[in-house]
């Protein structure tokens, strides 16, 4: 999905120049910006809320439904970053001069060395900083069904969302986006979220809710492939029975978007939706 990367550079670049002309806007492209931890909250055994301060006399991160992140840290011979997705602010109302992180954090065993950012996060105190830069992803959502992809303009009515592990939160915002504005942004969503033990299910309560406030709008099944014994629901991998039962068909105005594990994404899910009917760059795009 060579989409991804085509424009990063001139949105950047874009970025930069509004910025220099609204300062309320926190990030400034390729420029990196200090946040400093104000709260971190548990989501479950390994996932935090992590809230962080935007600098003084700015109120929005500056960044689109669709886009991203980078998470810097910099050692003293070294700089490590990572993307990440912010799942707050979603909508204009709540730009409060913070935003949440919500990250999954892989501690480092014997047969990996775990994730750099996520485990400096989970040792960050609260008054400690991190640096972020952005935002990147050519994928930015308009409402009403509207995407802005590489600058040109689609409209869909349906969307599919086949996720996994943390590529929920990409999904999340979109999702949030849609149902915030639900009197507004009619647009149908079904989502296919694939983890491997229940607990690693993130934003789970907050999808449970939309799911209950919602039930004509958005649908979502959860996929694990290691289930304890009392899961009733879908268990296994992600396949093609999996995605035909929980996803639009290939239909016009029916856009299937996916974020997850490249094996996932590129052995199982794309070869599917391809084999369904589906099209890459017209209506299969990757976060």
């Given at each position: 999905?060579?989409?991804?990367?085509?424009?990063?550079?001139?949105?950047?670049?874009?970025?930069?120049?509004?910025?220099?002309?609204?300062?309320?806007?926190?990030?400034?492209?390729?420029?990196?910006?200090?946040?400093?931890?104000?709260?971190?909250?548990?989501?479950?055994?390994?996932?935090?809320?992590?809230?962080?301060?935007?600098?003084?006399?700015?109120?929005?991160?500056?960044?689109?439904?669709?886009?991203?992140?980078?998470?810097?840290?910099?050692?003293?011979?070294?700089?490590?970053?990572?993307?990440?997705?912010?799942?707050?602010?979603?909508?204009?109302?709540?730009?409060?001069?913070?935003?949440?992180?919500?990250?999954?954090?892989?501690?480092?065993?014997?047969?990996?060395?775990?994730?750099?950012?996520?485990?400096?996060?989970?040792?960050?105190?609260?008054?400690?900083?991190?640096?972020?830069?952005?935002?990147?992803?050519?994928?930015?959502?308009?409402?009403?069904?509207?995407?802005?992809?590489?600058?040109?303009?689609?409209?869909?009515?349906?969307?599919?969302?086949?996720?996994?592990?943390s590529g929920i939160t990409p999904g999340y915002q979109l999702i949030a986006r849609i149902l915030m504005k639900a009197n507004d942004d009619k647009t149908q969503i079904k989502v296919i979220d694939a983890n491997k033990t229940e607990g690693d299910i993130l934003m789970r309560e907050e999808l449970a809710e939309f799911k209950k406030s919602h039930p004509d709008q958005f649908q979502i099944c959860h996929v694990?492939?290691?289930?304890?014994?009392?899961?009733?629901?879908?268990?296994?991998?992600?396949?093609?029975?999996?995605?035909?039962?929980?996803?639009?068909?290939?239909?016009?105005?029916?856009?299937?978007?996916?974020?997850?594990?490249?094996?996932?994404?590129?052995?199982?899910?794309?070869?599917?939706?391809?084999?369904?009917?589906?099209?890459?760059?017209?209506?299969?795009?990757?976060?």
């Amino acid at each position: 999905m060579e989409h991804m990367k085509k424009r990063a550079e001139d949105n950047a670049k874009q970025m930069a120049k509004s910025a220099v002309s609204a300062p309320e806007i926190a990030l400034k492209g390729h420029k990196w910006t200090r946040v400093r931890l104000i709260n971190k909250s548990r989501v479950s055994e390994d996932t935090y809320r992590y809230t962080f301060r935007l600098p003084a006399k700015t109120r929005k991160l500056g960044m689109e439904t669709g886009q991203h992140i980078q998470v810097g840290f910099h050692f003293q011979d070294r700089l490590v970053a990572r993307p990440y997705t912010p799942t707050r602010p979603i909508v204009e109302g709540e730009n409060d001069g913070t935003f949440d992180l919500t990250v999954k954090t892989y501690y480092p065993d014997p047969s990996q060395p775990g994730g750099t950012i996520s485990n400096i996060l989970d040792c960050l105190r609260v008054c400690e900083e991190v640096e972020v830069k952005g935002p990147s992803g050519d994928i930015r959502y308009r409402g009403g069904g509207q995407f802005m992809v590489d600058d040109k303009q689609f409209n869909f009515d349906r969307i599919t969302l086949i996720l996994g592990g943390s590529g929920i939160t990409p999904g999340y915002q979109l999702i949030a986006r849609i149902l915030m504005k639900a009197n507004d942004d009619k647009t149908q969503i079904k989502v296919i979220d694939a983890n491997k033990t229940e607990g690693d299910i993130l934003m789970r309560e907050e999808l449970a809710e939309f799911k209950k406030s919602h039930p004509d709008q958005f649908q979502i099944c959860h996929v694990l492939s290691h289930p304890g014994k009392d899961w009733s629901g879908e268990k296994g991998h992600v396949d093609e029975r999996i995605i035909h039962q929980y996803s639009f068909p290939p239909e016009e105005r029916n856009l299937a978007l996916l974020c997850g594990p490249p094996t996932m994404i590129k052995k199982s899910v794309l070869p599917a939706l391809l084999e369904w009917g589906y099209h890459e760059d017209k209506n299969l795009l990757g976060f």
